[in-house]
């Protein structure tokens, strides 16, 4: 059917012009434009960087619950120094009482008496004459009585202020575990950009990696107990010849300085003198104790033996060994003899970003064990991949 075009008539005429009139404008729609798709390359680099953020906070985190475990333990001290004092008083009121009623029957009580039955023990260490009673008195009840009142206000002064220290330290775990969770929901976040079948495809590599991870970790756990059985054979070889001589070992193959194997007694791993340093019995525990973790989870507020992060994953393995460190990646930075990477042997720590933020355990052959971040858990890496090669800040030895 033919239509013809149609042309406005005055009523259409009257009702543009009464809009016009009326200063009613008519604006085309915004155009909607498409927020761009991000690339699986650009939310890895993203995930990679707000990891490493989270790391970060979770070593604070560990940091700050060290200080707050010595910061009870002094309080744990400070209130037994306190009991002792206020029982020493209780020992002395009785005497100091009877000393007080001849004093008043003579005519007035001695300022030093008053002194000593004050009831707050801080107004009497404030009182500059408190330290005079103590150092000038003939009398023995004053002596003793003043020296229990300066012990408990000193030890009240500072378990205030350990209680201050400690809530300033709880404070600051509090923010680094908000932190945490905030850096946890962009992490979401970041992810939820990608189209499903990325998502998908990026979960798939992850999962191969695990595989190869576990592959790779289940031949280093043969070779690590191959070492430790070698290690104790020729322990017992040396032993058995009344050998106590030897060197941690030097090095032929694989990394830096590395033979790929533990070797026998302690030292430097180059001067044959042992320095304090573990022996290969010990690292090769560690090393093993690391290695059987592979494929266990990491997470923020680690729990070992159950979740890990890095500092506590060092710190446990060394445990096993008999070996003690904090379980804090800055803490265990000055628990090591440093070394060279030219001296690098199984069961050394390797520190990385802003001097020691990040730590993991050489295993030998180039390759280290490491609690990263919760997309892989506890791993195996290259010592030297680019990563570690560019935050890499220095290397130490668990000494006994």
């Known amino acids: 059917m033919h239509r013809t075009a149609l042309r406005p008539g005055r009523r259409s005429i009257a009702v543009v012009a009464a809009i016009v009139a009326t200063g009613i404008l008519i604006t085309a729609a915004p155009a909607v434009v498409a927020e761009p798709?991000?690339?699986?390359?650009?939310?890895?680099?993203?995930?990679?960087?707000?990891?490493?953020?989270?790391?970060m906070a979770a070593e604070n985190l560990n940091g700050a619950q060290v200080r707050l475990e010595r910061v009870q333990a002094r309080q744990v001290a400070t209130r037994e120094k306190a009991r002792r004092a206020r029982a020493a008083l209780a020992g002395q009121a009785r005497n100091l009482g009877q000393m007080a009623s001849v004093a008043y029957r003579s005519g007035g009580i001695d300022a030093s008496v008053q002194l000593l039955m004050a009831d707050n023990p801080a107004d009497f260490l404030q009182e500059s004459a408190a330290l005079d009673i103590v150092a000038k008195s003939q009398n023995a009840v004053l002596r003793r009585t003043a020296g229990a009142r300066i012990e408990l206000a000193q030890a009240e002064i500072a378990l205030a202020q350990q209680e201050a220290e400690a809530t300033a330290i709880e404070k600051e775990m509090a923010d680094n575990k908000a932190a945490i969770e905030a850096n946890l929901a962009e992490?979401?976040?970041?992810?939820?950009?990608?189209?499903?079948?990325?998502?998908?495809?990026?979960?798939?590599?992850?999962?191969?990696?695990?595989?190869?991870?576990?592959?790779?970790?289940?031949?280093?756990?043969?070779?690590?107990?191959?070492?430790?059985?070698?290690?104790?054979?020729?322990?017992?070889?040396?032993?058995?010849?009344?050998?106590?001589?030897?060197?941690?070992?030097?090095?032929?193959?694989?990394?830096?300085?590395?033979?790929?194997?533990?070797?026998?007694?302690?030292?430097?791993?180059?001067?044959?003198?042992?320095?304090?340093?573990?022996?290969?019995?010990?690292?090769?525990?560690?090393?093993?104790?690391?290695?059987?973790?592979?494929?266990?989870?990491?997470?923020?507020?680690?729990?070992?033996?159950?979740?890990?992060?890095?500092?506590?994953?060092?710190?446990?393995?060394?445990?096993?060994?008999?070996?003690?460190?904090?379980?804090?990646?800055?803490?265990?930075?000055n628990e090591v003899r440093r070394i060279s990477t030219d001296e690098l042997q199984p069961g050394d720590l390797l520190f990385y970003f802003n001097g020691a933020h990040h730590v993991s355990m050489y295993i030998g052959g180039g390759q280290i064990i490491e609690a990263a971040n919760p997309s892989s858990g506890v791993r195996l890496a290259d010592a030297w991949n680019g990563w570690n090669s560019s935050h890499f800040s220095f290397a130490g030895r668990p000494v006994g």
């Open 187 to 333: 992490q979401e976040r970041v992810l939820s950009q990608l189209k499903e079948e990325e998502r998908r495809r990026l979960e798939a590599e992850a999962r191969a990696r695990e595989a190869e991870a576990a592959r790779a970790a289940a031949a280093a756990v043969a070779a690590a107990q191959a070492a430790a059985a070698e290690a104790r054979a020729r322990a017992d070889a040396a032993a058995n010849n009344n050998d106590t001589t030897g060197s941690y070992g030097s090095s032929d193959t694989g990394g830096p300085g590395d033979s790929g194997e533990l070797n026998s007694g302690g030292g430097t791993g180059g001067d044959g003198q042992n320095d304090g340093f573990v022996g290969s019995d010990q690292a090769s525990i560690a090393v093993a104790a690391a290695l059987a973790q592979v494929g266990e989870p990491y997470t923020y507020d680690a729990r070992p033996p159950d979740t890990w992060d890095c500092s506590k994953l060092t710190a446990w393995a060394w445990g096993q060994a008999g070996v003690s460190l904090t379980a804090y990646s800055y803490d265990q930075a």
């Open 37 to 55: 798709q991000v690339t699986i390359a650009e939310v890895q680099a993203q995930i990679e960087q707000l990891q490493t953020d989270a790391e």
